[in-house]
């Protein structure tokens, strides 16, 4: 692919593995899912739960779009509410009560700003998110499979370590929120996907990233099995620091943004 509008298209593509295929490739049959934020309500746009790699047991989260348009509708098209995000802090701090790595799929174009949301503290409990996963005495890995979208998808990524696809995109703002914004011509967009260095390549040469994943052709179980060994290799080496070195690297890796 050429421009950085060929890889917004290509990450929000209907065709695109979502969370849930991720899920069930990595951990097939062990994996169970756990529900709700135990305030409010379980928000379908977010999947948590978990499962077992390589004889570990590991809490799983991801926001997940859905594969067809009932599912999206159901699943919100992967745009979270508070109680999604809450949930996904209510399974880390248990992954943290149990010595469990946390690993995160993130795929979303941002976090829902309906009226309701905003009710209900969207701010408050993507900063809570932040706050938390920056100190969780555990290991967390993140991986970025499609679109990541402002705080929507930060909320997930404060990690360890940040992968992304190849193809997968993660930026502060929409290009065609960014092209209304400057430039007010939403026609702009491909000029403004292009200034927001919002590709996995460029944020892997920025320090932003740690790894490019090669995209998984037709869901291939080579693919898979690579990803999953690489994704416990990792696991392995974040748990052999102690907690005061996991948690310092984890604030240097940010604070040298």
């Not at 135990?38 to 379908?44: G, I, L, N, Y």
């Not at 080579?222 to 392995?236: G, K, Y």
Request: charged fraction near 30%; hydrophobic fraction near 40%.
């Amino acid at each position: 692919m050429s421009g950085a509008i060929d890889r917004v298209n290509a990450a929000r593509s209907n065709d695109r593995p979502t969370s849930v295929d991720y899920i069930n490739k990595i951990f097939g049959d062990s994996f169970i899912e756990l529900h709700g934020d135990r305030r409010f309500a379980d928000d379908k746009a977010v999947i948590g739960g978990i499962g077992e790699l390589g004889g570990r047991a590991v809490t799983v989260i991801g926001l997940e779009k859905g594969r067809n348009l009932k599912e999206r509708m159901d699943r919100n098209f992967g745009s979270a509410h508070p109680e999604g995000y809450r949930k996904a802090l209510r399974l880390m701090k248990q992954a943290e009560k149990f010595h469990r790595p946390v690993l995160c799929f993130v795929d979303t174009s941002g976090a829902y700003c309906g009226i309701g949301a905003e009710e209900r503290g969207q701010g408050e409990a993507i900063a809570e998110n932040l706050m938390e996963m920056m100190t969780l005495k555990t290991p967390i890995l993140s991986v970025l499979i499609g679109e990541g979208g402002s705080g929507g998808a930060l909320a997930l990524a404060v990690a360890d370590e940040v992968w992304m696809l190849e193809n997968a995109i993660y930026s502060v703002i929409s290009p065609e929120g960014c092209a209304s914004i400057l430039w007010k011509d939403s026609s702009k967009t491909a000029e403004a996907s292009e200034c927001l260095k919002l590709t996995s390549q460029d944020l892997f040469k920025m320090g932003v990233i740690e790894r490019i994943i090669r995209e998984p052709r037709n869901l291939d179980s080579v693919m898979f099995t690579s990803f999953s060994s690489l994704i416990s290799r990792t696991f392995d080496k974040l748990e052999e620091l102690d907690t005061d070195a996991l948690l310092q690297r984890r604030y240097e890796r940010f604070r040298k943004f």
